[in-house]
């Protein structure tokens, strides 16, 4: 017995003016992402991943990030941005160095999610992604609060490079052939710490987490980025916030121990303003300090943050990152990894850790 042309062909509609069922349900915008997923290059997907990582990273840093310097990442931004995916942001008054950086659109958060078999909210959650908002401008969302303050972001996010050639540095010096150091790095949009104090619900906000894990042991860290835009009174509240999260508790889902709070200043006033508020919430809250270490921008770029540029209040006890370190600096960075890099720092550490704690 003959069957009707519409039972035929699965694609079709059982009648004209029914809605395609479940095996008649007509191509979407996701088959259309799949297509366009198909055609990119085989390297595309990781400059994706990267750039919803960590945004408003310019081309140059992309290729320290993806290990690839020799490379020339230029025109597959280009034309990943031609496509839809990412977006370039041209150069504004307040960006530094003056180089176009790139993000997320929320058609590349979408394809990604969709290689990955999620939602792209869900994704997003569950991989620390930042996309440009769902709207026909692409304006609003965490990405604008992130633009608005491009100088600090960017600042971050030189930081951020400066960790990862450290790393590498570390991992072929004398001292540390075999003992890779790997970092897990997850900005402020992804890193937020909701918890309960006070009688109140309130939301810690880092600059990013850090999770370093050198010769086996690992240790995480909240890093903080202060460039000195507002009175030093002020950081008594940011202080205040850590300390009232580490009485909560709610830091055991991060980390077996607290997290070290690390803070790049802006100069050595700031520095010890740093190290003085923190000495007098502590006293406030009648605790103990929290285990911070600080250090400036001017060292930070000079030795990098695996360097001896870390200084901390004569009560703290040393702790992994500052063993390490003293580590390095005992048996000194390779000949190769001599002179600038990306990031600005250099390769030779300059003074020992003990002459800067305390100070």
């Not at 590349?108 to 290689?115: K, P, V, Y």
């Not at 009688?199 to 600059?207: E, F, H, I, K, S």
């Not at 205040?240 to 999260?245: F, H, R, V």
């Amino acid at each position: 017995m003959g069957r009707s042309p519409a039972a035929a062909i699965p694609d079709a509609p059982a009648r004209r003016g029914q809605p395609p069922g479940r095996r008649g349900r007509l191509p979407g915008p996701g088959a259309a992402l799949t297509l366009l997923g198909l055609a990119l290059p085989p390297n595309a997907g990781a400059v994706l991943r990267l750039v919803a990582r960590a945004p408003f990273l310019d081309a140059a840093q992309i290729a320290v990030l993806l290990d690839d310097e020799g490379h020339s990442w230029a025109p597959l931004l280009r034309d990943l941005c031609a496509r839809g995916l990412c977006r370039r942001l041209p150069v504004g008054p307040l960006l530094v160095p003056a180089r176009d950086v790139f993000v997320l659109t929320w058609p590349g958060l979408r394809l990604l999610a969709l290689q990955a078999g999620a939602a792209p909210r869900a994704h997003r959650r569950a991989t620390g992604a930042l996309a440009l908002p769902r709207r026909p401008d692409g304006t609003g969302g965490r990405m604008a609060g992130l633009a608005r303050l491009s100088a600090h972001t960017r600042l971050i996010q030189e930081i951020h490079v400066s960790w990862v050639q450290d790393g590498r540095r570390a991992a072929t010096n004398a001292g540390g052939a075999g003992r890779p150091v790997e970092l897990v790095w997850r900005g402020e949009w992804a890193c937020a710490q909701r918890f309960w104090g006070d009688g109140v619900w309130r939301t810690l906000y880092p600059d990013a987490l850090v999770r370093l894990t050198w010769a086996g042991e690992a240790d995480t860290f909240f890093l903080e980025v202060d460039r000195g835009t507002y009175a030093a009174r002020l950081l008594a509240p940011k202080l205040a916030a850590y300390q009232a999260y580490r009485a909560s508790g709610a830091w055991r889902a991060v980390a077996p121990a607290f997290p070290t709070v690390l803070v790049v200043t802006s100069g050595e006033g700031r520095l010890r303003a740093l190290l003085d508020h923190a000495t007098r919430v502590a006293d406030a809250a009648l605790t103990t300090p929290l285990p911070l270490l600080v250090a400036t921008l001017e060292d930070a770029r000079a030795h990098g943050p695996l360097g001896p540029i870390w200084r901390a209040a004569p009560s703290m006890p040393p702790g992994l990152l500052q063993e390490q370190v003293r580590l390095l600096s005992d048996r000194g960075p390779p000949a190769a990894a001599q002179g600038p890099v990306v990031g600005g720092s250099a390769g030779a550490p300059g003074r020992g850790t003990e002459e800067k704690t305390g100070q």
